[in-house]
């Protein structure tokens, strides 16, 4: 009898060993995040920092997911001009866009996931710009080195609305558009 609850106990707890997920490791200072406005007649890029990333996978499915970025470390790409360049930046920084001072971080937290097929699940989550949470889908693809997504999001749903013709009128070749992109590419150790 004692022989069978040892053994009973050794599978119980082999079986839960398998039952938690795995916990990855993200390198915050090699993952990037790029992102894109486009406005009337052209674009602008930049990147803005991984500020701290929590990731776990089980039976190939992610089942726990929170990602802090620091918009106070948002950069311009795309312009050489430093006085110009600097000029954008502060106004993303501003309350025209982003409001840093008052919202410094944005965060994704992931709410459900399907398995990887051929590398690739399909994601939803939560995420929190200037104090607003929406719910957002998205693809996340698996690589040798950690995973990639694109989200698209709709600024004008975080009261981003500086030169949207979703809450001004006549805004003519002024208009900047309300989706920008964040390429993200999450480097794991």
């Keep these: 009898m004692k022989n069978l609850n040892v053994l009973l106990t050794a599978i119980f707890l ?6 938690q997920a795995k916990k990855i490791e993200v390198d915050t ?3 990037t995040i790029k992102w894109e406005g486009k406005k009337v007649g052209g674009a602008h890029n930049g990147f803005v920092k ?9 039976n190939d499915i992610i089942t726990d997911g929170e990602f802090f970025i620091d918009m106070a470390s948002i ?12 000029k954008l930046v502060g106004h993303l920084k501003s309350d025209d866009f982003f409001g840093v001072e008052k919202y410094p971080t944005s965060k ?7 398995s990887f097929k051929n590398g690739i699940a399909k994601v939803s989550g939560n995420l929190s710009i200037k104090g607003k949470t929406h719910p957002i889908d998205f693809e996340v693809k698996q690589n040798s080195n950690g995973y ?6 709709d600024r004008s749903k975080y ?4 030169g949207s013709s979703s809450f001004f009128d006549n805004l003519g070749d002024k208009v900047i558009y309300d989706e920008f992109t964040l390429e993200v590419n999450l480097i794991t150790k």
């Design 29 to 31: 200072q090699k993952s």
């Design 75 to 86: 950069t311009n790409t795309d312009i050489d001009n430093e006085e110009y360049n600097q």
């Design 159 to 162: 009261n981003v609305r500086y």
């Design 108 to 114: 994704l937290i992931i709410t459900n996931s399907s």
């Design 50 to 58: 991984l500020k701290d990333a929590k990731l776990a996978i089980k």
């Design 14 to 19: 082999l079986s839960a060993i398998g039952i």
């Design 148 to 153: 990639t997504t694109t989200l698209v999001i």
